[in-house]
Nanobody, 127 residues
Framework: QVQLVESGGGLVQAGGSLRLSCAAS????????MAWFRQAPANEREFVAS????????RYAESVKGRFTISRDNAKNTVYLQMNSLKPEDTAVYYC????????????????????WGQGTQVTVSS
């Protein structure tokens, strides 16, 4: 069973930075891709960024390109989301996600490809 635990959320002023972490356990971390999603109140959960198993390939939502960076440390079983130049519209609960065991390399933006989720961490950006 895959377990994902996010940390690093908080309250920050617009223009500030935060780094989210997601610690994974339950299967070999380096075998599968990882992703970050977010969900604002009354909104659907949306894709933010994803990274391949090696860390060499990444994808980003248009709304965060140039501001957010996803990375991973396979030795620490952890994926990160560095968020810079934060805006009030970035306010949401942020979730890390792992793909199905059947498709470990999946790192597309489609939420249906992810079977494992963390509990989420709140990010609030004040104006």
């Amino acid at each position: 069973q895959v377990q994902l635990v996010e940390s690093g959320g908080g309250l920050v002023q617009a223009g500030g930075s935060l780094r989210l972490s997601c610690a994974a356990s339950g299967r070999r971390f380096s075998d599968y891709a990882m992703a970050w999603f977010r969900q604002a109140p009354a909104n659907e959960r949306e894709f933010v960024a994803s990274v391949s198993w090696s860390g060499g390939l990444t994808r980003y939502a248009e709304s965060v390109k140039g501001r957010f960076t996803i990375s991973r440390d396979n030795a620490k079983n952890t994926v990160y989301l560095q968020m810079n130049s934060l805006k009030p519209e970035d306010t949401a609960v942020y979730y890390c996600a792992a793909p199905s065991t059947d498709t470990p390399g999946y790192y597309d933006p489609d939420i249906d490809g992810y079977d494992y989720w963390g509990q989420g961490t709140q990010v609030t950006v004040s104006s």
